[in-house]
């Protein structure tokens, strides 16, 4: 059956991915993003702010699956709220939710609001999946190239992380999307657990770079979250097979 998807988010670093494969598996996929885009075949781009609750009833109207993949650094929960609302007065089939591994664990603002919108999602009375996934390596990139250019490298004491690779997110998520209601997931990681330490070195070496490093203590509860692994999901997880230093192989190059 074709189905009528809105992917909130589908501008961006996972939405990019998961765009092509939804329209390319047969369906009408509708993009809501802030910014708007050109519509292509089978894709149509809608502008909305999910926070504000600007323009989402239009975007929802007559879609049969929601994928929220859209995302920020503050208002996750608002934004999850608002979407819930409307996609329930609309009648939606089925809502699909991207989370992160340690939502319900991790004492930090942005985990808080991912978990809230979870529950927004759970007790929204629609059919909902939800997915938590690992840091993307996207990301972590992001992350220490930050980091290793500071003239000493910080390497935050006890913080371990098992980055995934966003196309094998984008394949499960969109497999989520076109199968039936499930609930909350396994959760998705990566092939290994990382310190930071080894994080940054290994992308210097990449780079063709060095740093010294200098380790700092990560202070509070969220400090001791991340020491005692609350971040992972070391069983249970359903395990990628691209790792970090497959990713740097790829995008990076030394200079």
Known sequence: MTKSILVTGGTGTLGRLVVPLLRDAGHTVRVLSRTGGAAEEDVEYVTADLVENKGVEAAVAGIHTVLHLAGGPKGDDEAARNLVRVAKAADVRHLVYISVIGADRVPLG?????????????????????????????????????????PVVPVPGGVRLQPVDVREVAARMAELTLGDPAGLVPDLAGPKVYGMRELSRTYLQARGRRRPMMPVRFPGKAGRAYRAGENLTLQGATVGTRTWEDFLAERVTAK
Do not use: C, I, N
Request: proline fraction near 2%.
């Open 110 to 150: 942005y985990f808080k609001a991912k978990f809230a919108a979870e529950q927004a999602v759970a007790e929204s009375g629609l059919p909902w999946t939800t997915l938590r996934a690992a840091q993307f390596h996207d990301l972590m990139l992001t992350a220490v190239d930050k980091m290793t250019r500071l």
